[in-house]
Structures are given as structure tokens and as C-alpha cells.
């Protein structure tokens, strides 16, 4: 079966969530004269992400966006360090810097090459507002964009790796998920579609070891969206 | 409240089907040696798409989307025609005509420009598979795709038009519906939807008369995109 469609993750995967996120951390710190670790801040900001997604994936909660789940989790963060009163306006805007990531520098000309030959598509936990946002921010050429959030669960529920083959109008093995993270890529194979697995070493920068996909699992391994464009012969 | 995206109706608004239809049954035909009226066969085979779409909307059948739609009255049309029987792969590919729809000349042009100012998308009767493999063919550079098929209803139905709002994480007023079509305008303004329509006389070629806006109901009337982003200030 040929593959028509590759779909992505992106936080980590297609942007480099972690650099962008403590930029704008710290101008905020500054501006309000707080000092902190702000790497930190960000990976634990970020750490807000997966239990809120697990609580709506275990019926605990309503399903609620990442925008939600972030400013819940980043409220907590500015009382634990300090802040003082900060205006709605001020904290909505920053909580929107999850729609402001920069790309991993081979991400938009890998993409390019990719989309002459396939549809490529985001299949995030981002809500499709931001994720439009996002793309418009960083020049993602998407040939279209889905989320997680038309399904109403969260990756790595299956239903939403079949939820997006069908909208497509494809088989399960007709699409491709690409991840950098091997819990997106397995739930993936699980469901039906090939994988591949992009390494991102430097995501959690030197706080955490490089995510290694297990030998001969997926489809194809790559150390960038360049090399996953040679694997899948593009030109 | 400031506009922040652009919803696309998009055959007939986007894409100039008829012409493009009516040369891909012509070919068809004299492929198989039948002769025919091929921009009535064209009106024709476009017609069945409202009263089966209707269908879905009145709840006497569950969703289908428009391959579906359309494979059924061509079939009924070719057996009219007197169509030897034909391969069932080559009834799919002409099925297929509807995702390879020329762009009107003005379209890419005028929606790079709105590009700029706007997040731009489709909101059209078609399934999202159909609109991925269209924009491809026809460059169209949207943001992002959206159909009525993720609301499971069908245009007018203002859940359609609601829905796309909420996706796209904005309130109704800051979304615009622009479409060639009184009928499809009239219901994003009831949903709340600001509108422009556009007017396409050639449409219909000859067959029909150009679809007019009543005077003063919509918040923009326009000749083109070109037009379009004129008036709302595009560079």
C-alpha cells in the first residue's frame, strides 16, 4: 500500500517548544523583576500538559484545549515563584506563547520537500486554533491541519490516529505518523498506520536524555525531516 | 470586533467546476464514442449534489459525503446516456473530476494577498479529503482546511457555520463567510458570521444568470478576491 499522507506531531517534533518557551519566560521574569531557573519553568510548565490531557483521556474531566490546560498549570508556576498580580491581558498573552514556537532549523525545508510528494499534516494535541496560529508564525506549509481535539481525546488514544486516517479519506496504512517521541509512534502503529520516528536530541536540551526508538520497531528512523525526505525519496 | 479569518465556500466561489467538469465528461465520452451536451451532462451531475445533500440534512439518510453523493448520480447519468458498462477503477477516477477543479484566474492571487491579513480556509460541502487533493492540484494556500463533513451536517445548516468558528477558537463575529451563493452568505449572517459574496456570473456559462446580493445585506459585496482584499485592506 502506498503512503499518501504523513501526518506529524509537533510540539518537539516540528518546534522547538523548549528554547521558545524559556525566551518568553524570561522577558517576563524581567519585566517583573523575577529571577529563576527559566528552563525549569518551561519543562514544568510543559509537565502541566501531560496529566491534563491524561485527566480528560480517563474521563476525570470535560475535554478542555492545551490553552486551558497550559494557563491552569502556568497560574500555579507564577504564584511558586513569586510573581505579583499580573493583568488578564498580560497573562493570556503570555500563556498564547505555546502559539509562537520556533521550528527546528531543517523542519520547513524538510517539509517542502515532503509535501511535493505526500499531504502533510499536523496530528497534535494543540487545538487547531493554535495550531493555524502556529503555522502562520513559523511558515509550516501544512497542506491541512488536524488535531486531536476534532476526536475529542488525546493522543495517544487510538481513536485519534483512526479518527484522522478516515477524515482523509485513507486506510490506516496509507498514512505515515512521524514523531519524536516513541509513545506517539507506537500508539500509532497500534492503530494501524506506518511510523516513523525523528530524533530530537536536544528537546529537553541536557535536562533529559534523547528519546532512542527501540530497534527495528517503526518504519523508518530519522535524525531530521531532511533525512526522513531521503528515506522516502524525495527529491 | 476585528476580523480575524476568512471562510471559503469553494465550488464556484474558489473553483470554476463546471468548465472543468465539462471537459473531463467530454473526454470521457469520446473515449467511449458517446455524444452529449456536456455542460448539461455537467449541470446535471452538480445537481444531484444539493438534493443529496438535502437528504443528509432532513435526516433521511446518515452522512455521505460528496464522492458518495456524486458516484450515485453519475451512475444514474451514465446509464441515461447510454454509457457501455465501464471499469469500476475508471468510474472512480472520473468520479475523482470534482478534486481536480480549476481555480478561477483570480483565486490564488487574491487569496496570497488575504493570506497576509487573515487566517484563510475552506468551509465548503466537500470532504476534507476532497479539498486536501483540490488545493494541491490547484495550489490554493490555505491555512487550513475545514468542511462541513466535521460538523456532520451540511451547509446551510448553521451548525456548519458554528462549528467552524469554535474549531478555529474564535467568536462568530471575527470570522468572515465569503461565498458566490446568496443562500450559503444568508445563513453564516444568521449564525453571526460576517459575509462577503462574491459574485461569479460566469458560473453557469450561459445557462444561468448570475446570482445577485440583495442590496445592502452583506458586509461586503465583491467582483473578486482581487476585489476582496482591496476592500478589506490587503496589500
Avoid at 517583573?32 to 527559566?38: C, E, I, K, N, Y
Avoid at 491534563?52 to 490553552?67: F, I, S
Avoid at 502559539?99 to 525545508?109: F, G, M, N
Avoid at 516513523?196 to 520497531?217: D, I, K, Q
Wanted: charged share 25%; net charge negative.
Amino acid at each position: 500500500m502506498v503512503i499518501k499522507a504523513l501526518l506529524f506531531d509537533v510540539f518537539g517534533t516540528v518546534v522547538d517548544w523548549r528554547t521558545s518557551i524559556t525566551r518568553e519566560v524570561a522577558a517576563f521574569g524581567q519585566r517583573h523583576r523575577v529571577t529563576a531557573d527559566w528552563e525549569s519553568f518551561a519543562d514544568n510548565w510543559r509537565e502541566g500538559y501531560s496529566s491534563g490531557m491524561a485527566q480528560v483521556n480517563d474521563g476525570e474531566v470535560e475535554w478542555r484545549n492545551v490553552d486551558r490546560i497550559h494557563r491552569e498549570r502556568l497560574d500555579l508556576l507564577l504564584a511558586a515563584h513569586g510573581f505579583p498580580k499580573i493583568a488578564e491581558y498580560e497573562l493570556d498573552q503570555l500563556n498564547r506563547a505555546w502559539h509562537r514556537l520556533d521550528a527546528w532549523p531543517d523542519a520547513v525545508e524538510g517539509l517542502l520537500r515532503l509535501k511535493s510528494d505526500f499531504v502533510i499534516s499536523t496530528l497534535s494535541n494543540g487545538h487547531l486554533g493554535l495550531l493555524v496560529n502556529m503555522a502562520k508564525q513559523a511558515s509550516l506549509p501544512w497542506d491541512c491541519v488536524l488535531s486531536s481535539e476534532l476526536s475529542g481525546r488525546y493522543k495517544p488514544d487510538l481513536a485519534v490516529y483512526r479518527y484522522a486516517a478516515r477524515i482523509l479519506d485513507l486506510s490506516a496504512e496509507e498514512v505515515m505518523m512521524v514523531a519524536a517521541h516513541v509513545f506517539d509512534v507506537e500508539a500509532a502503529a497500534q492503530a494501524g498506520l506506518r511510523t516513523a520516528f525523528v530524533s530530537r536530541p536536544l528537546e529537553y536540551g541536557n535536562a533529559r536524555a534523547a528519546e532512542v526508538a527501540p530497534a527495528g520497531r517503526f518504519d523508518i528512523e530519522a535524525t531530521d525531516f531532511n533525512d526522513l525526505a531521503n528515506q522516502l525519496g524525495c527529491a
